[in-house]
């Protein structure tokens, strides 16, 4: 700061005098000289790669609080309704644990920050999940898979009655693998709807287990082992999540979760 009102002082001060030109010269001189032998100290390349890393962790807090108010904005009131629940849940048995341990007002022990961050985790592929089943679900109820079965057994009727006209054969067969192809796709969406719907209710156990066992079970490495077993089961369920973005597109890419225990969700839920 003193660098920035010296330097423009002086350069002021020069062109006030008679001969500008020399001291000009040796203010510019002077400041490169400071500049200089400010940057070859490795304290202050220090300070600027921090100062540069806090911005990034900044930026990555900022777009992850947002992804979460979109997703949380566009879901349904049943849906956020349901999140909400389970996110106070949380909230609740963290607390209880919280003044089970007798720490009211005193910092998070380390077992206790790596359960917040597992639900964290948790939670945002809870979110993820319930957007995924909205999206399927829309498509299933736009979808009128017996329009799709009767458009499909005319064309292959209409078939068997136009032997002989290759022309009239050609388009047929290829109306024949368009509808085809279209029961299939409602038939695996079907499959994934259900998936999901089944993966929602086991991963809102294992949140509900989590949190009650850091309530039941004060031991941190006790902890630590459930959290490490619940994050390996839900690498399946991520892998799940991405197959499912080319007809949900809800989440264009893997991302950190972001807080959500702590997180505005009155602000989320408002959008």
């Known amino acids: 700061r003193w660098n920035l009102l010296l330097f423009p002082a002086a350069v002021a001060f020069a062109a006030l005098m008679p001969r500008p030109d020399a001291l000009l010269a040796l203010v510019v001189a002077g400041e490169l000289a400071y500049l200089a032998g400010l940057v070859s100290q490795a ?7 921090a100062a540069v890393h806090q911005q990034g962790k900044q930026t990555v807090v900022a777009r992850s609080q947002r992804s979460l108010e979109e997703i949380v ?32 007002g005193a910092g998070a022990a380390p077992g206790e920050d790596l ?10 592929v809870f ?3 319930l957007a995924s089943q909205q999206a399927l679900e829309r498509f299933l109820y736009r979808t009128d898979v017996n329009d799709i079965r009767a458009r499909l057994e005319e064309a292959r009727a209409r078939l068997g009655a136009a032997a002989g006209d290759e022309r009239m ?18 038939e695996k969406a079907r499959q994934n709807a259900e998936f999901v719907r089944v993966e929602l209710d086991r991963i809102e156990a294992k949140i509900q287990a989590l949190t009650e066992a850091s309530v039941n079970r004060q031991d941190p ?13 839900m690498r399946s369920t991520e892998a799940a999540i991405t197959e499912l973005q080319q007809l949900t597109g809800v989440v264009e890419e893997m991302q950190e979760p972001p807080a959500i225990l702590d997180a505005p969700w009155g602000k989320a839920v408002q959008r």
Do not use: K
């Open 115 to 124: 359960t917040a961050g597992a639900l964290d985790r948790l939670l945002w």
């Open 127 to 129: 979110l993820r999940l």
């Open 221 to 233: 490495d006790f902890l630590t082992s459930q959290i490490d077993s619940v994050t390996d089961n």
């Open 169 to 186: 054969t050609r388009s047929l067969q290829d109306s024949i693998a368009v509808q085809e192809m279209r029961l299939d796709n409602y």
């Open 73 to 104: 904005g566009a879901l349904p009131a049943d849906f956020q309704h349901r999140f909400a629940q389970l996110r106070a849940r949380c909230l609740e048995m963290r607390a209880i644990a919280h003044g089970v341990r007798g720490r009211a």
């Open 43 to 49: 304290r202050f390349r220090a300070a600027i790669d």
